[in-house]
């Protein structure tokens, strides 16, 4: 049973930058799955932000491209997340979750128990 | 603005049937999988259907998917108070290359 982890500051002052890690355990992270963020703002709906492959291949939604980089580290598997620039509209419990490619066609079929992130000075 | 399209919200009693939609188009839905979360207060969310109609193992029977063009349908029948939840439709954009979510759907259990 593949398990996700997700840790890193739950404040992050304004302009600055928002940096999570998720762990992934039962499983390795070196395979054909693509390893995604989501988030969702408080009482909001979900918002795919991206996701790698276990090579570095990365996808980003449109609207953050220019503010977020993920990267994996497969020797530790884990892959990361930052979100540069933060304001108040980045505050959100972001989940890591896995993107089958073998389970299914694309689905996302483990997640983290998210972390919630305050944006605030 | 969500790229897919659900209802804010839908209800019925106990041991009724209740449906929800999510439209989108031929980016997504059109020519991707669509797949179904099941998220209760608190917690993360849960596949529910893959592959447009398809159950992970654990999922009861009660819950049923399907697609039909530009446009896919959960289906929840014998409804239980434990079902109250928030509900996400999810795909592939390929013009976007990249994932989306319908705005979620909160059902209600009467």
């Known amino acids: 049973q593949v398990r996700l982890q997700e840790s890193g500051p739950g404040l992050v002052k304004p302009s600055g930058t928002l940096s999570l890690t998720c762990v992934v355990s039962g499983g390795s992270i070196s395979t054909s799955d693509w390893w995604t963020w989501v988030r969702q703002p408080p009482g909001k709906g979900l918002e795919w932000i991206g996701e790698i492959s276990h090579s570095g291949s990365t996808d980003y939604t449109p609207s953050l491209q220019s503010r977020v980089t993920i990267s994996v580290d497969n020797s530790k598997n884990q892959f990361s997340l930052n979100v540069f620039s933060v304001t108040a509209a980045d505050t959100a419990i972001y989940f890591c979750?896995?993107?089958?490619?073998?389970?299914?066609?694309?689905?996302?079929?483990?997640w983290g128990q998210g972390a919630l992130v305050t944006v605030s000075s | 603005q969500s790229v897919l399209t659900q209802p804010p919200s839908v209800s019925a009693a106990p041991g009724q049937k209740v449906t929800i939609a999510c439209s989108g188009s031929?980016?997504?839905?059109?020519?991707?999988?669509v797949s179904w979360y099941q998220q209760l207060p608190g917690t993360a969310p849960k596949l529910l259907i893959y592959?447009?109609?398809k159950r992970p193992s654990g999922i009861p029977d009660r819950f049923s998917g399907s697609k039909s063009g530009t446009s896919a349908t959960l289906a929840i029948t014998g409804l239980q108070t434990g079902d109250e939840a928030d509900y996400y439709c999810?795909?592939?954009?390929?013009?976007?290359?990249?994932?989306?979510f319908g705005g979620g759907t909160k059902l209600t259990v009467l």
């Open positions: 979750a896995r993107r089958s490619t073998k389970t299914c066609y694309g689905c996302f079929d483990f």
């Open positions: 031929t980016s997504n839905i059109g020519n991707n999988y």
């Open positions: 999810g795909t592939w954009d390929t013009a976007l290359s990249a994932g989306v």
């Open positions: 592959d447009n109609n």
